[in-house]
């Protein structure tokens, strides 16, 4: 008799984090609150994990789970939604066998033995639309292509074998001005390996630049940032023990002992032009944004005072006490021959998932959009919007017993102002196990939403995803990147 199907009765997938486990489609969703934009065509691409089976040690990391995609196409004033499961080698391998069979997070040991040497990708992390591909990513492998009109899932993407490194970063960075993506992979040749490589892709998708380097240590590095110059790739004291991953320990472990080392490279530079800058035990999950100014550089990021995963635990065996994320700037000295750094707090109130004009990744900007932390985490997360020129932040709650999730913005037209334009996010309503989508104007979110489209279903905490505007589906370039193309153009003339 076939074991059943019975997910563990314990936190990870208890209320909202319960697996769905559903790929849907549903043609117009419905609008009960205000009207959208006619002119907000295009479509919202996010990603998350959805358990697809039982976890094998009876629980996991709750950044575990397959792959789940969710498409939000905007035509005319309709939303149309459709969710797909990256149908990958894990997935494939797990549905012939209807069963779990990789162990614990990232960690090969524990897997069982029918699936040595298989690919262990989730892809729940991230989309990603450049070069004509939309892009499925998850740092534990390489990208997988899905169709963005169907989610189907195509194949395993490495630029046509330019990329050698074993794996890419859910977090590229897009240059809209340039069209170029900027990826980079750490423990590049395989687990525990300090290997760290930098990769330019053009806006056709053809690798143009690498570097590689080593890391101080074998290590954790979920995001990065890019100004118009420099790369900057932060090294938190979370590191990979090969022996301890094959004892069958977590992926990871905390080091509050190590210092926090941050490599700023030149975009277009090499390994022995590394500056490297060092300062206290810190770790962040994501970055805002990185500006040059002058001769230093800044680096707005969430930081935690300690360990922003504190479920991967100390080499002891301990979990570390939560601490606040608190958005802040880090600032280096490039003409100096130090290698400190200072630090200074941006906002008031804790925030996480922040989020740009995309368009102004890497150049000088004012406006960032993030989750916000009341003192009482039980009322749930809001939207924030700060303007980094006044200091001024402003929220949006969703209300009772609701919570958000990462914010995307969205220009009004290509060549609006920085900051004119729609912030789109889904809400998780948790008494009614479903979702929302919200539509604010990113100027003045306080006056609540422009529109409110219901989602008869739930669509389990996504991480992260984009807007793809629909010109760029149809040309296969961003409108942002053509526009800056005529803008040069005229100026040579």
Same mark, same amino acid.
């Given at each position: 008799?076939? !074991?059943?199907?019975?997910?563990?009765?314990?936190?990870?997938?208890?209320?909202?984090?319960?697996?769905?486990?559903? &790929?849907?489609?549903?043609?117009?969703? &419905?609008?009960?609150?205000?009207?959208?934009?006619?002119?907000?065509?295009?479509?919202?691409?996010?990603?998350g994990p959805d358990p697809q089976y039982p976890p094998m040690q009876g629980d996991s990391v709750?950044?575990?789970?397959?792959?789940?995609?969710? %498409?939000?196409?905007?035509?005319?004033?309709?939303?149309?939604?459709?969710?797909?499961?990256?149908?990958?080698?894990?997935?494939?391998?797990?549905?012939?066998?209807?069963?779990?069979?990789?162990?614990?997070?990232?960690?090969?040991?524990?897997?069982?033995?029918?699936?040595?040497?298989?690919?262990?990708?989730?892809?729940?992390?991230?989309?990603?639309?450049?070069?004509?591909?939309?892009?499925?990513?998850? !740092?534990?492998?390489?990208?997988?292509?899905?169709?963005? =009109?169907?989610?189907?899932? +195509?194949?395993?993407?490495? $630029?046509?074998?330019?990329?050698?490194?074993?794996?890419?970063?859910? *977090?590229? @960075?897009?240059?809209?001005?340039?069209? &170029? +993506?900027?990826?980079?992979? $750490?423990?590049?040749?395989?687990?525990?390996?300090?290997?760290?490589?930098?990769?330019?892709?053009?806006?056709?998708?053809?690798?143009?630049?690498?570097?590689?380097?080593?890391?101080?240590?074998?290590? %954790?590095?979920?995001?990065?940032?890019?100004?118009?110059?420099?790369?900057?790739?932060?090294?938190?004291?979370?590191?990979?023990?090969?022996?301890?991953?094959?004892?069958?320990?977590?992926?990871?472990?905390?080091?509050? !002992?190590?210092?926090?080392?941050?490599?700023?490279?030149?975009?277009?530079?090499?390994?022995?032009?590394?500056?490297?800058?060092?300062?206290?035990?810190?770790?962040?999950?994501?970055?805002?944004?990185?500006?040059?100014?002058?001769?230093?550089?800044?680096?707005?990021?969430?930081?935690?005072?300690?360990?922003?995963?504190?479920?991967?635990?100390?080499?002891?065996? @301990?979990?570390?006490?939560?601490?606040?994320?608190?958005?802040?700037?880090?600032?280096?000295?490039?003409?100096?021959?130090?290698?400190?750094?200072?630090?200074?707090?941006?906002?008031?109130?804790?925030? &996480? %998932?922040?989020?740009?004009?995309?368009?102004?990744?890497?150049?000088? /900007?004012? *406006?960032?959009?993030?989750?916000?932390?009341?003192?009482?985490?039980?009322?749930?997360?809001?939207?924030?919007?700060?303007?980094?020129?006044?200091?001024?932040l402003e929220t949006w709650h969703p209300g009772e017993a609701s919570s958000m999730q990462e914010?995307c913005f969205v220009p009004r037209h290509p060549d609006a102002a920085e900051g004119d334009g729609?912030?789109?996010?889904?809400?998780?309503?948790?008494? !009614?196990?479903?979702? =929302?989508?919200?539509?604010?104007?990113?100027?003045?979110?306080?006056?609540?939403?422009?529109?409110?489209? @219901?989602?008869?279903?739930?669509?389990?905490?996504?991480? *992260?995803?984009?807007?793809?505007?629909?010109?760029?589906?149809?040309?296969?370039? /961003?409108? /942002?990147?053509?526009?800056?193309?005529?803008?040069?153009?005229?100026?040579?003339?």
């Amino acid at each position: 008799m076939a !074991e059943p199907i019975r997910f563990p009765d314990v936190p990870t997938y208890q209320g909202w984090g319960a697996p769905v486990r559903l &790929e849907s489609e549903l043609r117009d969703l &419905e609008v009960i609150q205000g009207a959208v934009p006619a002119d907000l065509n295009g479509t919202l691409y996010r990603c998350g994990p959805d358990p697809q089976y039982p976890p094998m040690q009876g629980d996991s990391v709750f950044i575990d789970g397959e792959g789940l995609v969710s %498409m939000f196409r905007f035509d005319h004033g309709h939303v149309d939604f459709r969710t797909r499961y990256v149908h990958n080698e894990r997935f494939k391998r797990q549905e012939e066998s209807r069963r779990s069979l990789f162990g614990r997070y990232r960690n090969r040991y524990t897997n069982d033995p029918s699936v040595a040497g298989a690919n262990m990708g989730t892809a729940n992390t991230n989309a990603i639309w450049h070069g004509g591909k939309l892009l499925i990513l998850k !740092e534990d492998s390489l990208p997988w292509e899905v169709d963005p =009109d169907t989610l189907e899932t +195509l194949r395993q993407w490495d $630029y046509d074998g330019a990329v050698t490194a074993v794996s890419l970063t859910a *977090h590229p @960075k897009l240059d809209l001005g340039t069209g &170029e +993506l900027l990826t980079f992979s $750490y423990q590049a040749k395989g687990d525990a390996t300090t290997d760290v490589a930098f990769y330019t892709i053009d806006r056709d998708g053809k690798v143009r630049h690498e570097i590689w380097f080593n890391a101080p240590w074998a290590p %954790m590095v979920h995001d990065f940032a890019v100004t118009e110059t420099h790369v900057v790739i932060p090294f938190f004291p979370l590191a990979t023990d090969l022996a301890v991953i094959k004892a069958g320990g977590p992926f990871y472990q905390w080091h509050p !002992e190590r210092e926090t080392m941050v490599a700023v490279i030149p975009r277009r530079g090499t390994a022995d032009q590394i500056r490297w800058f060092r300062g206290p035990a810190t770790s962040a999950g994501h970055m805002l944004n990185a500006i040059d100014d002058g001769t230093k550089l800044h680096l707005d990021l969430c930081l935690y005072a300690g360990n922003c995963f504190p479920f991967f635990p100390t080499p002891d065996g @301990k979990e570390t006490a939560p601490v606040p994320p608190l958005l802040t700037r880090m600032t280096f000295d490039l003409a100096g021959n130090g290698d400190g750094y200072t630090t200074t707090q941006l906002s008031p109130m804790p925030c &996480e %998932m922040p989020r740009t004009d995309d368009r102004f990744q890497g150049r000088p /900007y004012r *406006h960032g959009y993030m989750m916000c932390f009341g003192p009482d985490r039980a009322q749930g997360s809001m939207i924030g919007h700060l303007d980094l020129a006044t200091g001024k932040l402003e929220t949006w709650h969703p209300g009772e017993a609701s919570s958000m999730q990462e914010p995307c913005f969205v220009p009004r037209h290509p060549d609006a102002a920085e900051g004119d334009g729609y912030l789109i996010a889904l809400v998780n309503r948790m008494k !009614e196990m479903r979702s =929302d989508l919200v539509i604010l104007d990113a100027q003045n979110i306080t006056a609540g939403p422009v529109a409110l489209i @219901k989602l008869p279903t739930r669509v389990r905490s996504t991480f *992260h995803g984009m807007w793809v505007p629909a010109q760029a589906l149809a040309t296969g370039q /961003y409108p /942002y990147t053509l526009l800056q193309d005529a803008k040069l153009a005229e100026a040579r003339a």
